[in-house]
């Protein structure tokens, strides 16, 4: 089975460190992107960025460059999601998502969600 | 605020028909695909239409999709008590916005 499972609920006090994981299985995972998408509570969803595992070639949204910082370990399938000092303003649920490339018509999508984590930022 | 634009709500009883409508710009929508995620309460966004109207393997036929220059739709025939879902579309945006944009989403209320 294709599928992204991700880290577990987190809460934290302003100004704290956190990275998130997403791992992937039952595919190569170093043959797709993987996005990160943000859910405040209550509100639409927020396409953050996304990395190439295969590289770590990596693409941020401008909302969120310099923020935080996207990473992968390809030896574990794994894709993080990183901040260096958290603020209240990022409590949200985080989605990582594979990227999907249809050749047949050069189209894409998010075909695989994992099951998100929630973050708690309060003080 | 989204870049896509949807109506909050909408409801429908058993057996209906509802349109969900996404309205964009000529830089989203109007230059690239459409696709739209169904959103369960408490889960994750799950793919059910690509490439403006294509559903992946197990999505039901009810769910039909189409794409008009800058503007986009969902309909869901046959209503069900189980697509009482939040809805967004999404597409890529300007480099502005970044590679990809959402709607806001779409509150479907099965009555």
């Known amino acids: 089975e294709v599928q992204l499972v991700q880290s577990g609920t987190e809460v934290k006090k302003p100004g704290e460190s956190l990275r998130i994981s997403c791992q992937g299985s039952g595919y190569n995972f170093g043959g797709y992107w993987i996005a990160w998408v943000r859910q405040m509570p209550g509100k639409g969803l927020e396409w953050m960025g996304l990395?190439?595992?295969?590289?770590?070639?990596?693409r941020y949204s401008p909302s969120f460059q310099g923020q935080l910082t996207i990473s992968t370990d390809n030896s574990i399938n794994t894709a993080y999601l990183q901040w260096n000092s958290l603020k209240a303003s990022d409590t949200a649920m985080y989605y990582c998502?594979?990227?999907?490339?249809?050749?047949?018509?050069?189209?894409?999508?998010?075909?695989?969600w994992g099951q998100g984590t929630m973050v708690t930022v309060s003080s | 605020q989204s870049v896509l634009t949807q109506t909050p709500s909408a409801s429908g009883t058993p057996g209906q028909r509802v349109t969900i409508s996404c309205s964009g710009s000529s830089s989203d929508i109007g230059s690239n695909t459409v696709t739209w995620y169904q959103q369960l309460p408490g889960t994750a966004p799950k793919l059910i239409i690509y490439d403006n109207d294509q559903r992946p393997s197990g999505v039901p036929d009810r769910f039909f999709a189409s794409k008009s220059g800058t503007s986009a739709s969902l309909t869901i025939s046959g209503l069900q008590s189980e697509d009482e879902a939040e809805y967004f579309c999404?597409?890529?945006?300007?480099?502005?916005?970044?590679?990809?944009?959402f709607g806001g989403g779409t509150k479907l209320t099965v009555l």
């Open positions: 990395i190439w595992p295969g590289d770590s070639d990596t």
């Open positions: 998502a594979r990227h999907v490339v249809y050749y047949s018509t050069g189209t894409d999508a998010f075909d695989i």
């Open positions: 999404a597409s890529r945006g300007s480099n502005l916005n970044g590679p990809w944009v």
